[in-house]
T-cell receptor, first 115, second 114 residues
Framework: AQSVTQPDIHITVSEGASLELRCNYSYGATPYLFWYVQSPGQGLQLLLK??????LVQGIKGFEAEFKRSQSSFNLRKPSVHWSDAAEYFC?????????????FGSGTQLTVLP | EAQVTQNPRYLITVTGKKLTVTCSQNMNHEYMSWYRQDPGLGLRQIYYSMNVEVTDKGDVPEGYKVSRKEKRNFPLILESPSPNQTSLYFC?????????????FGPGTRLLVL
């Protein structure tokens, strides 16, 4: 069964500092990969997704993620964090084939931004 | 505006009292699903639907029912709620059309079962 691991439950960074959130997946073949953000009291918003091609994916709000097949990782990065980035971040995977294509989520990483 | 709506947003109920959480989307999406979110566990899928009258179990279906009589609506039914169903629930929808599909989430329903 596919699984997603986000090893960092909580990360604290200062505003303006760089950010990297880790995501590792376990799956038989390269799946579709996603990062979602959940602001307090809000639903989930898609930041970016990887299906194929260039392994560096650009998303909204200045985020990017890099797919590394050899490490089964899809880490999310941002060069300079803003206070409004404080939120919970979820990595998710879905199989390439099959129209059901269920999303499997990691347990999330809570980001705190210090002024 | 593309939207998934859920009602109610907050609900407090007692054990055994049947309740329904409604979900509606305005994007003509075929695929709809329900998730529950619990601390440290991320989101887990309860049920999903590929189209009208087509539903199937997700990872944690016990204690829940769904129906899909219309394409836009996908209600979640708790026939006899129990305290372990206290959670944050999200409805989501997406199309089934290839690599451009994006899953849209509702704002969530926070349920407390006493």
């Amino acid at each position: 069964a596919q699984s997603v691991t986000q090893p960092d439950i909580h990360i604290t960074v200062s505003e303006g500092a760089s950010l990297e959130l880790r995501c590792n997946y376990s799956y038989g073949a390269t799946p579709y990969l996603f990062w979602y953000v959940q602001s307090p009291g809000q639903g989930l918003q898609l930041l970016l997704k990887y299906f194929s091609g260039d392994t560096l994916v650009q998303g909204i709000k200045g985020f990017e993620a890099e797919f590394k097949r050899s490490q089964s990782s899809f880490n999310l990065r941002k060069p300079s964090v803003h206070w409004s980035d404080a939120a919970e971040y979820f990595c998710a995977v879905a199989p390439l084939s099959g129209s059901a294509r269920q999303l499997t989520f990691g347990s999330g990483t809570q980001l705190t931004v210090l002024p | 505006e593309a939207q998934v709506t859920q009602n109610p947003r907050y609900l407090i109920t007692v054990t055994g009292k049947k309740l329904t959480v409604t979900c509606s989307q305005n994007m003509n999406h075929e695929y709809m699903s329900w998730y529950r979110q619990d601390p440290g566990l991320g989101l887990r899928q309860i049920y999903y639907s590929m189209n009208v009258e087509v539903t199937d179990k997700g990872d944690v279906p016990e204690g829940y029912k769904v129906s899909r009589k219309e394409k836009r609506n996908f209600p979640l039914i708790l026939e006899s709620p129990s305290p372990n169903q206290t959670s944050l629930y999200f409805c989501a929808s997406r199309s089934l059309q290839g690599a451009k599909e994006t899953q849209y989430f509702g704002p969530g329903t926070r349920l407390l079962v006493l």
